[in-house]
């Protein structure tokens, strides 16, 4: 199969990034940070379950921290949540349902929300040939 990139006729750059990362879970925030700016990445972002990363890095590296969490509801439902105001989705990890952090999230600018992990959606996917 032959592949094309869709964005190669267009006058325009990459980021080479990672919007869904855990810290606390063998390495540091710190140690996150230095393996990925070691790799050349540009931007990453904390997504701690139901924490909001406060870990600020050095403003003369080029690599950037976007704030964000990884929010969980009582039934098993994960969405990533990216914003650029860590006091804005600070009360998004107080929320225990989908509709209330949907609400919550839409004051965040610029935030991007992320469905993904299995939740009560994927229970019944099936493959189909």
């Given amino acids: 199969m032959n592949w094309i990139n869709p964005y190669s ?58 704030p964000g969490l990884e929010w969980n509801s009582p039934t098993g439902d994960h969405m990533n949540l990216i914003g650029f105001d860590r006091s804005l989705l600070e009360p998004c990890t107080t929320e225990h349902d989908l509709d209330q952090l949907a609400s919550a999230s839409a004051l965040l600018p610029g935030d991007v929300g992320l469905a993904d992990w299995p939740g009560p959606w994927h229970r019944d996917l099936q493959w189909v040939d």
């Fill in 9 to 66: 006729i267009h006058a325009c750059f990459w980021l080479r990034g990672n919007l869904h990362t855990h810290s606390g879970e063998g390495l540091t925030p710190q140690e996150i940070f230095d393996a990925y700016e070691g790799l050349g990445y540009d931007f990453i972002c904390l997504s701690d379950h139901m924490k909001v990363n406060r870990t600020r890095f050095p403003r003369n590296s080029r690599l950037m921290l976007l």
